[in-house]
C-alpha cells in the first residue's frame, strides 16, 4: 500500500475534491496502486483543473496540459474561474434563491452546467456537482457584458471554434473564453432569427446543428458554414411534450437533451424528439442540491451546506481519515499474519504506522502546494 498515494487522495479531499471516474486521476474512489517517487510526483492535470476551479489561478499558470502529457486528450479547453473574481464570493443581497426561482438561462460550457439567473449563476462541474451554493456574479466571470445589463436569454456553445455566445434581446455576443470579442453586441438578424430575440438555445449532439426557440416556433442552424436551413422555423410541437416558451435548453454529457420553464425541466434521450417518461421533474431537487421547501434563508443555507459536503464525501462524513488509515494499518496486520489488538487498543494505530503516514505527508505536502498552486 503506497501511504503517500493515499495521502495525496485525502489532501485533495481536505480541500474540497470529490471522487471522481477519470482515469488519471488520483481522486478515483477506489485505490490505484503505486505513484511513484513523492519527490518526482506530477499531480493529473484534470485534478489541477479541479483545484483551479475552486480556488482560481495565477496568471502564469498554463490552463492546457503541456505536450506528452498522458493525461491529455482531445476535449475543448475547460473553462477555468477569474483569479481575482472566484464563485465563492458572497453575493449582493439582491442574490436570487436557486432552489425556489426559475432560471433565465441554462447552458453546458465546456462541459459544466451554467444555472442563469438575474445577475448572477450558478455552476456545476462535469461530474454535477454544484461548485458553490452561493451564485457568482455574470459581470466578474464574463468580462465585456454592459454594466447595466440585468439578465440574460439564452447562452450556448458553439461547435466547432467553442466560443461562447450571449443573447439578449435583439443582441448578441461572442466570447472566446472570459472575454468579449471586438465588434459586439450585433444584431441577432446574423443569424435570421427575429429581432426581438430567442427564448432557448442548445446544440444537438444528434447531428451537431444548433436549435433556437422562440414562443412556439423554432429554427435550426448550421454554425459550421454560418447559415440558417432552408424551411424553417418549424412549431415546437414537433419536439413532443416540450412545453413552449421556454426559459432555455442544452445537452448534457449523458447525450441527452434538457429542456427548463419555470422550476421544472424535460429530458430527451439520444436522437429522439419526445420527452421520456416521468418528466417534468423539479430542477432544484435535481441539479442545485435542494430539497422541498427549501430555500436559501441562512438557516436553510447551513443545512445545504451539510447536505452539500455529505454527498460529496459520505465515506468521510462515516468513517474520517484515521479510520481509512486505521483500515490500511489492519489489513498490513492480516497479510503479515499478525494478531490486530482487540478491545480497547483495538482504536489505537501503532506508532511506526503514523510515523510513516506522517513522513509521507511530510514529503508530499511542499510537492503538492507547487503543482496545486503554481501548476
Known amino acids: 500500500m503506497d501511504l503517500f498515494a493515499v495521502a495525496v487522495h485525502e489532501f485533495g479531499h481536505a480541500i474540497g475534491l470529490a471522487h471522481t471516474s477519470a482515469i488519471e486521476s488520483i481522486m478515483r474512489p477506489y485505490y490505484q496502486g503505486p505513484v511513484g517517487d513523492p519527490l518526482k510526483y506530477n499531480l493529473p492535470y484534470e485534478d489541477k483543473v479541479r483545484v483551479w476551479q475552486l480556488y482560481g489561478v495565477r496568471d502564469s499558470v498554463s490552463h492546457t496540459p503541456q505536450t506528452g502529457d498522458p493525461s491529455q486528450t482531445a476535449e475543448p479547453p475547460v473553462l477555468l474561474d477569474l483569479p481575482t473574481n472566484r464563485s465563492t464570493m458572497p453575493p449582493d443581497r439582491d442574490a436570487p434563491d436557486r432552489c425556489t426561482s426559475h432560471f433565465d438561462a441554462v447552458a453546458q460550457i465546456r462541459g459544466e452546467a451554467f444555472f442563469f439567473k438575474g445577475k448572477y449563476f450558478w455552476r456545476l462541474t462535469r461530474e454535477k456537482h454544484l461548485v458553490s451554493l452561493r451564485p457568482a ?39 472566446k473564453d472570459n472575454n468579449v470579442e471586438e465588434g459586439y453586441p450585433r444584431s441577432v438578424g446574423d ?10 438555445v442548445f446544440v444537438w449532439l444528434h447531428n451537431e446543428k444548433t436549435y433556437f426557440f422562440k414562443d412556439s416556433r423554432y429554427w435550426r442552424y448550421d454554425d459550421h458554414l454560418r447559415r440558417m436551413d432552408l424551411g424553417y422555423p418549424k412549431d415546437t410541437a414537433l419536439w413532443k411534450g416540450i412545453p413552449p416558451q421556454l426559459d432555455d435548453a442544452m445537452r448534457w454529457s449523458d447525450s441527452a437533451s434538457y429542456f427548463f420553464k419555470g422550476k421544472e425541466y424535460w429530458r430527451v434521450a439520444g436522437s429522439d424528439m419526445e420527452v421520456e417518461a416521468g418528466y417534468p421533474r423539479p430542477i432544484g431537487k435535481d441539479w442545485l442540491v435542494c430539497t422541498e421547501m427549501q430555500s436559501d434563508s441562512p438557516e436553510m443555507q447551513n443545512n445545504s451546506n451539510t447536505r452539500l459536503h455529505g454527498q460529496h464525501h459520505a465515506d468521510h462524513a462515516e468513517n474520517g481519515y484515521e479510520g481509512r488509515a486505521t483500515g490500511l494499518y489492519s489489513k ?39 503543482f496545486f498552486f503554481f501548476g
Open 332 to 370: 498490513r496486520l492480516k497479510e503479515q499474519n499478525i494478531q490486530q489488538p482487540v478491545g480497547e487498543e483495538s482504536n489505537k494505530v501503532a506508532p511506526d504506522f503514523w510515523n510513516g503516514l506522517s513522513t509521507s505527508i511530510k514529503r508530499g505536502i511542499g510537492s503538492l502546494f507547487l
Open 137 to 175: 456574479q455574470i459581470h466578474r466571470f464574463w468580462r465585456g457584458l454592459p454594466a447595466n445589463l440585468d439578465s440574460v436569454d439564452a447562452v450556448y456553445e458553439r461547435p466547432g471554434d467553442h466560443k461562447i455566445v450571449f443573447f439578449k434581446g435583439g443582441k448578441y455576443w461572442v466570447f
Open 191 to 200: 443569424f435570421g432569427l427575429p429581432l426581438e430575440g430567442v427564448d432557448a
